[in-house]
């Protein structure tokens, strides 16, 4: 079983910066495709950002620029680092965990909240 915790949240104004973290239990999780999906009152979870087992980074376009998603295998947490943010980024975010290597996330976090305020 992997477990994963966020932490990082918060409230912040617009144009102020956030760092996640998302700490894994787990020996193998550096082989894994980690990522950071949201989600706004009455809307869906949406991606946000990926990396993969070898770093590569991937990201929406809505947040391309802006954030940046990073990963230290020695401390087995991947980062989500937040700047320029907007109201619009005001969300639940979670880290979440393709141990299966088939693109699909099969393990997920209890969330932290973001909120940025105008």
């Known amino acids: 079983q992997l477990q994963l915790v966020e932490s990082g949240g918060g409230l912040v104004q617009a144009g102020g910066s956030l760092r996640l973290s998302c700490a894994a239990s787990?020996?193998?999780?550096?082989?894994?495709?980690m990522g950071w999906f949201r989600q706004a009152p009455g809307k869906e979870r949406e991606f946000v950002a990926a990396?993969?087992?070898?770093?590569?980074?991937f990201y929406a376009d809505s947040v391309k620029g802006r954030f940046t998603i990073s990963r230290d295998n020695t401390k087995n947490t991947v980062y989500l680092q937040m700047n320029s943010l907007k109201p619009e980024d005001t969300a639940v975010y979670y880290c979440?965990?393709?141990?299966?290597?088939?693109?699909?996330?099969?393990?997920w976090g209890q969330g932290t909240q973001v909120t940025v305020s105008s």
């Open positions: 990396i993969s087992w070898i770093a590569a980074a």
């Open positions: 979440a965990a393709d141990t299966l290597h088939n693109r699909n996330y099969d393990y």
């Open positions: 787990g020996r193998s999780f550096s082989s894994y495709a």
